[in-house]
């Protein structure tokens, strides 16, 4: 099995990116994508940057997190009057039956302008295209057409697009425990990866999504994903979980090496 493991939401924090860097250095972390909106993203990439040819270091795509790259002014259906994101919480507010669960549908073009400047963000901060696009948290369907549209229009991958693919397994996120912090150290992916609960076992594709970071006082402002990732940087770094990979004869892989196909 040829098994892609991702660490979501660099960027988020410094303290999240500097876990994420010793997930790469120390783990089996081979894919992470970036938060391109924050306002410490410059040191975090400075920081990535020695290993980013040994990984796909690819964006996630942002409407819930932080301040927009956009002002207001031009987006003001994302965005409140002092340019934070509405919350994934806020948003789903706004879904309901009557907008088919889907309250931004009437403004892809906002959802696309700011996601496209996302992504230029990104080739100026990294000097290239990502190697893969991602979702932040927030998704609806409007939201995953800009996406699918603009991985067309950049030729890079989305894990959307992964993720229609028959030959892929995602292992879901099972281990996660909802609620505050102390309930989020119950969370256990180290179990969860060696007893198979995601059963990617036998599949020519695995896909495992994780959130590995340091915690600093920022991530609990911006993420009801706090504790938790303390704990998957564990896992992802534990000799059970490197013992299991190479019992199980799987190979790691990064967005880089699935195939060019797989784009359209």
């Not at 425990?177 to 594709?205: F, H, R, V, W």
């Not at 915690?215 to 013992?243: G, H, P, Y």
Request: net charge negative.
């Amino acid at each position: 099995m040829k098994l892609l493991i991702q660490s979501d939401d660099f960027g988020i924090t410094r303290a999240v990116s500097q876990g994420c860097i010793f997930g790469i250095q120390n783990g089996v972390i081979k894919n992470t994508g970036m938060f391109t909106n924050m306002p410490w993203i410059e040191e975090c990439v400075f920081l990535l940057k020695p290993y980013i040819n040994d990984i796909a270091f690819g964006i996630d795509l942002n409407l819930s997190t932080g301040s927009s790259l956009l002002s207001h002014s031009v987006i003001p259906n994302l965005t409140k009057l002092n340019g934070q994101f509405l919350t994934s919480y806020e948003n789903r507010q706004l879904d309901c039956e009557e907008n088919g669960f889907d309250h931004l549908a009437d403004f892809s073009g906002q959802v696309y302008d700011e996601f496209k400047a996302q992504i230029e963000k990104y080739i100026q901060l990294v000097g290239k295209k990502p190697d893969y696009i991602h979702n932040h948290a927030y998704g609806t369907a409007t939201i995953d057409t800009v996406t699918k549209r603009l991985a067309k229009e950049y030729d890079v991958i989305c894990t959307l697009q992964l993720m229609e693919k028959n030959v892929v397994k995602q292992a879901g996120m099972g281990w996660y425990m909802p609620g505050d912090a102390q309930s989020q150290l119950s969370g256990n992916l180290t179990n969860y990866i060696i007893e198979d609960k995601g059963k990617l076992i036998g599949s020519e594709y695995g896909y495992l999504i994780s959130h590995c970071g340091y915690l600093d006082a920022e991530i609990f402002q911006l993420s009801s994903f706090n504790t938790c990732r303390a704990m998957d940087l564990q896992a992802l770094t534990s000799n059970d979980v490197k013992e299991w990979i190479e019992n199980n004869q799987i190979e790691l892989i990064t967005f880089k090496e699935l195939p060019d196909s797989w784009k359209k």
